[in-house]
């Protein structure tokens, strides 16, 4: 089973508009964290926002929030007033505890295209 | 402070040549990590460094092996490169915050 499901490998947007980029994951750790990160097309990693298994409030990191349904299993990036300049790869990522180390498992990534 | 440094930046070999892929990270960090990054699959575990003097294996270790030779340092070296290397690969150092990671900027790696 994959641990990290990102079922959006593409997505358009309206610049100015609101996006949300979709992350299931799968995990029997209670303790675990969630990360996306982003990927322009220059390659490098970029880390934009964090949630642990047991924030009660959904982070929010500038025009980044991540929308944590516990019960579901998801973890929704949304990314609010979108500028030309978001255009680029999305990962979402988990952390959990694994084998004796903490694990971390990416997702296959959504490519998001900003349209002015 | 510049972070986690990756050389080269880009490599072509020779299926059968071997080659070193270097990582250093200033940031006193002790997991350090490298993946693989291939289209359509994310990016995958090769080898972890959980501390200095320890390495484990992750996901996709065959083909590859590592040396963690100090707390900054952890190496990825190809023995005997083959076309299904052909991939980037990133070096990753953990220990942020909220435990994120810190990635280099990638080597893009091509085996002919």
């Known amino acids: 089973a994959q641990k990290i499901t990102q079922t959006q490998p593409g997505m358009f947007v309206q610049e100015k508009e609101a996006v949300t980029l979709d992350c299931t994951y799968d995990?029997?750790?209670?303790?675990?964290?969630l990360f996306w990160y982003k990927q322009p097309s220059s390659g490098e990693m970029i880390f934009l926002i964090y949630?642990?298994?047991?924030?009660?409030q959904n982070a929010t990191e500038g025009r980044y929030s991540l929308n944590f349904q516990k019960a579901r299993k998801s973890a929704n990036l949304v990314i609010s007033a979108s500028q030309l300049g978001d255009s680029a790869m999305y990962f979402c990522?988990?952390?959990?505890?694994?084998?004796?180390?903490?694990?971390?498992?990416f997702g296959t990534g959504t490519k998001l295209q900003v349209i002015p | 402070n510049a972070g986690v440094t990756q050389t080269p930046k880009f490599q072509v070999l020779k299926t059968g040549q071997s080659m070193t892929l270097q990582c250093a990270q200033d940031?006193?960090?002790?997991?350090m990590y490298w993946y693989r990054q291939d289209p359509g699959m994310g990016l995958r575990l090769i080898y972890y460094?959980?501390?200095?003097?320890?390495?484990d294996k992750g996901e996709v270790p065959n083909g590859y092996n590592v040396s963690r030779l100090n707390k900054r340092e952890f190496s990825l070296r190809l023995e005997s490169a083959a076309p299904s290397q052909t991939s980037v690969y990133f070096c990753?150092?953990?220990?942020?915050?909220?435990?994120?990671?810190?990635f280099g900027p990638g080597t893009r790696l091509t085996v002919l």
């Open positions: 949630q642990g298994s047991y924030d009660q």
């Open positions: 995990t029997s750790d209670p303790s675990y964290g």
């Open positions: 940031m006193n960090h002790n997991s």
């Open positions: 460094s959980a501390s200095e003097g320890t390495t």
């Open positions: 990753a150092s953990r220990e942020g915050v909220y435990n994120e990671q810190f």
């Open positions: 990522a988990m952390r959990e505890l694994s084998g004796g180390y903490q694990k971390v498992t």
